[in-house]
T-cell receptor
């Protein structure tokens, strides 16, 4: 079945540091890929998405590129801020299945210190 | 506009009791999902509704769990004879048609604690 593996946290960085959170996936079809973010005390929010190979999703300074050859969708940001502290979830949706359910990774807790 | 809303935000119940969790999706969204977020299992899909089609119940962990969606809008997730392992945050999400179908918008969740 479909699965998502993302790097385990927690990740602690200083403000303005470079961020990478690795994510790889296994899917039977051609999935769409997502990063969701959960800020403290809040619900899940879609951060960015990519629906086909070589697409780059971007939002709020975060980027991720859909790499079919390596089945990866790594999240990057060039300069993190304290306000980026949150839990980040990589997810896929396989439109070849019977529904568009999301399969999530386990989440990575990011803490950014001033 | 209004997002997905869920109620109650918190629910504490005794083992063996039944609970009902409610979800109001974004107006006009035809698809509705329930997920469960727990420390041990992460985020898991439970059930999916699309329009008037039969729901996809493939993620429900046991027959104590059921859900319905009335009038293609509001959904209720019912857990009968609750167990301590049911303690989790229950998340509802909705999405629109076709090209929007990939984007799911989540509610704030209901935190269920079974004592």
């Amino acid at each position: 079945g479909d699965s998502v593996t993302q790097m385990e946290g927690p990740v602690t960085l200083s403000e303005e540091a470079f961020l990478t959170i690795n994510c790889t996936y296994t899917a039977t079809g051609y999935p769409s890929l997502f990063w969701y973010v959960q800020y403290p005390g809040e619900g899940l929010q879609l951060l960015l998405k990519a629906t086909k190979a070589d697409d780059k999703g971007s939002n709020k300074g975060f980027e991720a590129t859909y790499r079919k050859e390596t089945t990866s969708f790594h999240l990057e940001k060039g300069s993190v801020q304290v306000s980026d502290s949150a839990v980040y979830f990589c997810a896929l949706s396989d439109p070849g299945g019977s529904n568009y359910k999301l399969t999530f990774g386990k989440g990575t807790l990011l803490t950014v210190n001033p | 506009g209004a997002g997905v809303s869920q109620s109650p935000s918190n629910k504490v119940t005794e083992k063996g009791k039944d609970v009902e969790l409610r979800c109001d999706p974004i107006s006009g969204h035809t698809a509705l999902y329930w997920y469960r977020q727990s420390l041990g299992q992460g985020l898991e899909f439970l059930i999916y509704f699309q329009g008037n089609s039969a729901p996809d119940k493939s993620g429900l962990p046991s027959d104590r769990f059921s859900a319905e969606r009335t009038g293609g809008s509001v959904s209720t997730l019912t857990i009968q004879r609750t167990q301590q392992e049911d303690s989790a945050v229950y998340l509802c999400a909705s999405s629109g048609r076709t090209s929007e179908a990939y984007e799911q918008y989540f509610g704030p969740g209901t935190r269920l604690t079974v004592t």
